[in-house]
């Protein structure tokens, strides 16, 4: 095994150094990290090399790796406990942007994808997200996702309350195509959206957002976890490795309440870093018992105008959604690439 990557296997902490090293040798190392990869979608992967996959999925994606991509929907199809066992909270922050920097431009994958039942849901609204993103950039025709969305409004092929149908609508939301909101809002009346996950406010204030947003702003994107991975010493500064991952978490406090985050695979997987304890967490997280998919920083709260208290059961609606505000009427797509 090359040098670097044992580094990547066993760290106790961030090894920025090794990653960086690792990026500039990546035809060296690339085989060695595919292999791990490979072994993980084959489910031949080691628990020991759990931190070698996390590692290995990010240096690949940062290096724009195309080798990384055909691989990407096998991990993706892995059940739902092992891919968080390797991901853990990084799945909400960082695989939309994983697939976003090593997508070859096979947008059958990325619909085959959203489709599948096998797949989390949750991960399948990030896939919705990064059609969404793809299609801003340019990089699907605007006519190829409006008729992905035709398609998945006629065909249904998910359940009702399934998770990816608020992927769907919020990819709507997301491009500001306003001509496609009546058939958003019929899968709010007729029960396909998940009533404790969105409301049809949601969409009416999410598309005035897309509609104030310049044509190049991109944060409504990252404020979902979709765009380009950046800096890894950045993306990944928060979470733990070692001893300190191992470590048993604080005591949850049950009446801390929750705040409703702008992304809905966020909110799906509030609780799931205290159901698997292999999950990888934050440091936030293990000061406070709560996950990053639990609480946002209230800067971030503040920016979100759909926030809303929710119980730690994430069943009820404490406080009221803010009432809508008028329709905007806007002319066009505020998409960045003009259909």
């Given at each position: 095994m090359h040098p670097l990557v044992m580094e990547l296997k066993s760290p106790q902490e961030l090894p920025v150094?090794?990653?960086?090293?690792?990026?500039?040798?990546?035809?060296?190392?690339?085989?060695?990290?595919?292999?791990?990869?490979?072994r993980f979608a084959a489910g031949n992967l080691d628990r020991e090399d759990y931190d070698l996959v996390f590692l290995g999925l990010h240096v690949l994606a940062a290096a724009r790796e195309p080798r990384l991509w055909p691989l990407l929907p096998r991990v993706i199809r892995r059940p739902d406990d092992e891919l968080h066992d390797v991901l853990g909270e990084s799945r909400p922050d960082n695989l939309g942007?994983?697939?976003?920097?090593?997508?070859?431009?096979?947008?059958?994958?990325?619909w085959d994808m959203v489709c599948d039942r096998s797949i989390y849901d949750g991960d399948r609204l990030i896939v919705w997200c990064v059609l969404a993103?793809?299609?801003?950039?340019?990089?699907?025709?605007?006519?190829?996702?409006?008729?992905?969305?035709?398609?998945?409004?006629?065909?249904?092929?998910?359940?009702?309350?399934?998770?990816?149908?608020?992927?769907?609508?919020?990819?709507v939301e997301l491009l500001g195509w306003q001509e496609l909101v009546p058939m958003v809002e019929r899968a709010y009346q007729d029960g396909r959206m998940p009533w404790d996950f969105t409301r049809i406010d949601d969409l009416t204030l999410g598309l005035a957002q897309t509609a104030a947003a310049a044509v190049d702003d991109a944060s409504r994107f990252r404020d979902g976890g979709v765009g380009y991975l950046g800096d890894l010493s950045t993306e990944l500064a928060d979470y733990l490795f070692g001893a300190e991952?191992?470590?048993?978490?604080?005591?949850?406090?049950?009446?801390?309440?929750?705040?409703?985050?702008?992304?809905?695979?966020?909110?799906?997987c509030r609780h799931r870093s205290r159901a698997s304890p292999n999950g990888r967490l934050r440091r936030r997280d293990r000061r406070t018992g709560m996950s990053d998919a639990m609480?946002?920083?209230?800067?971030?709260?503040?920016?979100?105008?759909?926030?809303?208290?929710?119980?730690?059961?994430?069943?009820?609606?404490?406080?009221?959604?803010?009432?809508?505000?008028?329709?905007p009427a806007w002319p066009g797509s505020p998409a960045r690439r003009s259909p």
């Open positions: 150094a090794a990653m960086q090293a690792c990026l500039a040798e990546i035809d060296t190392v690339a085989p060695e990290l595919l292999a791990a990869v490979e942007k994983i697939i976003v920097n090593v997508w070859d431009g096979d947008v059958d994958a990325l993103f793809l299609t801003w950039e340019g990089r699907i025709a605007p006519e190829v996702t409006r008729g992905l969305l035709a398609r998945h409004d006629l065909e249904r092929p998910v359940a009702e309350g399934d998770l990816g149908w608020v992927g769907w609508g919020q990819c991952r191992d470590a048993p978490p604080p005591p949850r406090d049950p009446g801390i309440e929750r705040v409703r985050a702008s992304n809905g695979y966020r909110r799906a609480i946002r920083a209230p800067a971030a709260a503040a920016r979100n105008t759909r926030s809303a208290a929710w119980r730690p059961d994430g069943a009820t609606r404490l406080t009221p959604p803010p009432a809508s505000p008028p329709a």
